[in-house]
Nanobody, 124 residues
Framework: QVQLVESGGGLVQAGGSLRLSCAVS????????MGWFRQAPGKEREFVAS????????SYADPVKGRFIISRDNVKKTLYLQRNSLKPEDTAVYYC?????????????????WGQGTQVTVSS
């Protein structure tokens, strides 16, 4: 059983920064392609970023390119999302997700494991 636990959410002012973490247990983390998704009220869950198991390749959604950075520490079994220059439209519940095999990117349906989500609110 794979468990993903996000942390680092909260309230931040527009223009600020915040780093999310996702601790993974129950499976060899280094073999998982990992991703971040978010879901705003009344909207579908959307892709934010993903990273290959060796962190060689990364992918970002257009709205976050140049502002967000995804990274991973395979020794600590932790996924990160550094978010800079935050905007009110970044307000959402952020989820980390993992998949066995496959490649970076993809929609929510290709990911096998999910965290419970962490709320991020960006005030204007």
């Amino acid at each position: 059983q794979v468990q993903l636990v996000e942390s680092g959410g909260g309230l931040v002012q527009a223009g600020g920064s915040l780093r999310l973490s996702c601790a993974v247990s129950g499976r060899t983390f280094s073999t998982l392609v990992m991703g971040w998704f978010r879901q705003a009220p009344g909207k579908e869950r959307e892709f934010v970023a993903s990273i290959s198991w060796r962190a060689v390749r990364v992918s970002y959604a257009d709205p976050v390119k140049g502002r967000f950075i995804i990274s991973r520490d395979n020794v600590k079994k932790t996924l990160y999302l550094q978010r800079n220059s935050l905007k009110p439209e970044d307000t959402a519940v952020y989820y980390c997700a993992g998949r066995t095999g496959g490649t970076i990117g993809g929609g929510p349906d290709v990911y096998d494991y999910w965290g419970q989500g962490t709320q991020v609110t960006v005030s204007s």
